[in-house]
């Protein structure tokens, strides 16, 4: 009798711990953020993409802190929310999900153009974000289907614009080769930019698909080499295999320029091209952290971090930038943070001082930011040094 | 307490809740299902439709590896096909969602026909192997063909019931679970059925299974087909559920998890799908929760994601070593241990 007693008591408090242990999770989520303004972010801190969200992490919190120190936005505190997403669509959206049911969201950072495209609707819905992300998908670049985003920087057409751009002004009617991935991401600028550079008087000698993953790319080095391009522009890739196909290209004596887009340009990944990267030149919306040109918001950052900061750090970084001068023009006009204030906000950016991040004043028409300049690696030296002066298209 | 059950009658022997105790927690969990939009925010219901989803495809697999003892790693390529016919259909034709999944269903069964055909010849690992084959080709198809938006895919509109549009995890949820409650039924009745135990006799044993008149071609296939079907419904689901559906929604690594969550559920029954499929959805965001109590904040949100990870993949082996039959297995020793209760413990 004793026994069943213990028993029945111990059951009953099992079941009102189970009972809290349930509850706790719908309580906090009812709780809504007070007047800070939160910043949300699906972040790839594991994962294939880890590389990146670690970098971005850092760069917001850093952000973040700088305007909190210093009083925050009109005496608003800035809070920053990340998760991790292990770079899956499916977790990217839950993270959402989890943050916005916890906090009052009006801004928010996003991992993937997968995660960009499916929460789109969830915005327009919602009403109350700006969002952001690490995608420079064309496709993202359209301010009616995606009212409520923006990149940070060029879309991937705009990339290879800027790189066309230069290249039409170093050599006029120059052989231009695209070596890219079968992935979304790999064919996103292919198309259009095969026009724009008929459009420059630039001639696509050869377009080339590689399939995801290949590692072994001999047949295509030399479908390359046949063409004999003046250029090659890389695209869809972060390295592999873009070293083997620099250094099988130059065994077999191509004389062609390498060039990449953004995700392949952070300085660590270049270096580890070798020797043979030497001279690899690509597209960068933004200033290398150790860049000496006159920079008063990279001097911050490396006070604040001595040790090299990659470029999705200082993507980041910006990221945080342009929300919160989005939230202080909103706020200044006395108007309400919502998705569609933010936005307007942010369109009215104009000849705006990254403190030197971007090396000229930017303006945002629409939902990229189309600048950039064209880096060369100096493998002696182990940095990138600019090629060109900041291009706008 | 229970000390036995009686069954005067086949059919009662047969019945797939044989007990009192059992009816009475079915409708208490119906009842909760029922509640849980009612109470629960847009993240618990956004997580209750995905694992809904993930228990439809993990019981399709469930049906084909776990009862008939092939083992396939194509289950992510017959959710793609299933997706993308519903998604084709609600974006060119615009037809109800009910025909629209039960084509996704058929056209996955149809592929799942077509990659199933291997089965005859080998077994056990050659033939998961061959099942791979079915993700490249999907992959393949899904960026190429002319209606499936290339590598940018296809976004759709949302599901409607009569005018209404399910565009919220609310509102789709009424959507998914019953259709995954349905499913797990028909699972659930399909082992009381010849064709189901023609299933079991085939992983078994599949010569005994041939002597004893079981056509293996007939059944292998059949066992490929329904499992795709499952695969197939789930996808549309998936569809409707995240109206985006690109040739990278279904990777490779999808069907590993499908594997994974039959495993770590408990193979051959309909209860470790459901438990696997949950178990390796819910854990990683459950995880989540027990490292926000860390204080800390923000800050160490980078080093501790790592070592959630890695706590999730101890927690899988940590179910493999100490049960090899899965968390249904635990579920039923639970069970058992509440029969005799309150006088054996």
């Known amino acids: 009798m004793q026994k069943s007693l213990t028993s029945q008591r111990r059951r009953s408090l099992m079941l009102a711990a189970a009972g809290t242990a349930l509850a706790s999770p719908l309580t906090a989520l009812a709780q809504a953020g007070g007047e800070d303004i939160v910043i949300g972010g699906s972040i790839p801190m594991t994962g294939v993409f880890a590389f990146a969200g670690i970098g971005i992490n850092a760069g917001m919190q850093d952000y973040v802190k700088i305007i909190n120190d210093a009083g925050g936005i009109k005496g608003r505190k800035l809070r920053y929310v990340p998760e991790d997403t292990g770079y899956k669509v499916d977790v990217s959206v839950a993270a959402f999900k989890k943050i916005t049911s916890q906090n009052k969201v009006n801004l928010y950072y996003g991992d993937s153009t997968g995660f960009s495209k499916t929460i789109n609707p969830e915005l327009d819905r919602n009403g109350n974000i700006l969002m952001a992300g690490a995608s420079f998908a064309t496709e993202l670049n359209d301010p009616k289907k995606y009212p409520n985003q923006f990149l940070v920087g060029p879309d991937y057409t705009e990339m290879f614009g800027i790189l066309l751009k230069h290249i039409a002004k170093e050599k006029p009617g120059a052989k231009v080769a695209f070596v890219y991935s079968d992935s979304e991401f790999g064919r996103d600028p292919i198309e259009a930019s095969e026009a724009a550079a008929k459009k420059l008087g630039l001639n696509v000698v050869v377009k080339l698909m590689t399939p995801p993953g290949s590692v072994d790319v001999s047949t295509e080095v030399i479908k390359l080499r046949r063409a004999a391009p003046d250029y090659t522009i890389f695209h869809g890739y972060v390295l592999a295999p873009i070293p083997e196909f620099i250094t099988q290209g130059k065994q077999q004596g191509m004389k062609s320029k390498w060039m990449g887009t953004f995700w392949t340009m952070d300085s660590s990944t270049v270096m580890k091209m070798g020797p043979d990267g030497d001279g690899f030149m690509g597209v960068m919306p933004y200033r290398y952290y150790y860049d000496t040109e006159k920079a008063p918001m990279l001097d911050k950052i490396r006070q604040m971090r001595p040790e090299y900061q990659s470029t999705a750090y200082i993507q980041g970084f910006l990221a945080a930038m342009l929300f919160t001068e989005s939230a202080k023009r909103c706020l200044d006009a006395g108007k309400e943070l919502t998705g569609k204030n933010l936005k307007t906000a942010l369109n009215s950016i104009k000849d705006f001082d990254t403190g030197g991040l971007i090396g000229v004043p930017i303006t945002i028409k629409g939902n990229s930011i189309p600048v950039g300049r064209v880096y060369r690696a100096d493998m002696k030296a182990q940095k990138m040094v600019a090629a060109s002066d900041w291009i706008a298209l | ?345």
Request: glycine fraction near 12%; hydrophobic fraction near 55%.
């Open chain 2, 1 to 345: 307490m229970r000390i036995g059950t009686l069954k005067e009658t086949y059919v009662a022997d047969a019945a797939l809740f044989d007990s009192r105790t059992q009816k009475i927690w079915l409708v208490v969990a119906g009842a909760l299902l029922v509640l849980f939009p009612f109470v629960a925010s847009d993240y618990w219901l956004y997580l209750a439709c995905l694992v809904s989803i993930n228990v439809a495809s993990a019981t399709g697999l469930n049906i084909l590896t776990g009862y008939t003892g092939l083992v396939s790693l194509g289950q992510a390529a017959f959710m793609g096909l299933g997706a993308y016919t519903v998604a084709t259909m609600e974006s060119t034709m615009g037809t109800p969602f009910a025909l629209n999944l039960l084509c996704g269903g058929v056209v996955a069964m149809i592929g799942g026909l077509v990659v199933g055909i291997p089965s005859l010849r080998v077994k056990g690992l050659y033939l998961a192997i061959a099942t791979i084959a079915a993700s490249f080709i999907t992959h393949f198809l899904f960026a190429n063909l002319s209606f499936t938006g290339g590598t940018g895919g296809l976004s759709i509109q949302p599901a409607s019931w009569f005018g209404l549009p399910l565009d919220t995890s609310f509102r789709i949820y009424w959507l998914i679970v019953p259709v995954t409650l349905l499913m797990l039924l028909g699972a659930a009745n399909l082992f009381r059925t010849r064709i189901g135990r023609a299933f079991i006799a085939i992983r078994d044993r599949d010569i005994s299974a041939e002597v004893l008149g079981i056509p293996l071609l007939r059944y292998k296939l059949l066992s490929f087909g329904l499992s795709s079907f499952y695969a197939g419904v789930a996808g549309g689901l998936w569809a409707y559920f995240f109206r985006v559906v690109t040739p990278e929604s279904f990777p490779l690594l999808m069907s590993i998890f499908f594997l994974a969550a039959i495993i770590v559920g408990g193979m051959g029954t309909i209860l470790g799908g459901v438990l696997g499929a949950v178990f390796m959805t819910m854990v990683p965001e459950l995880l989540k929760f027990v490292f926000d109590l860390i204080p800390g904040g923000a800050g160490l949100t980078v080093f501790l994601s790592p070592v959630r990870t890695i706590i999730f993949g101890l927690l899988i082996i940590g179910f493999l070593v100490f049960e090899p039959h899965g968390l249904a297995e635990i579920w039923r020793r639970v069970r058992r241990y509440f029969h005799l209760w309150p006088f054996r413990n």
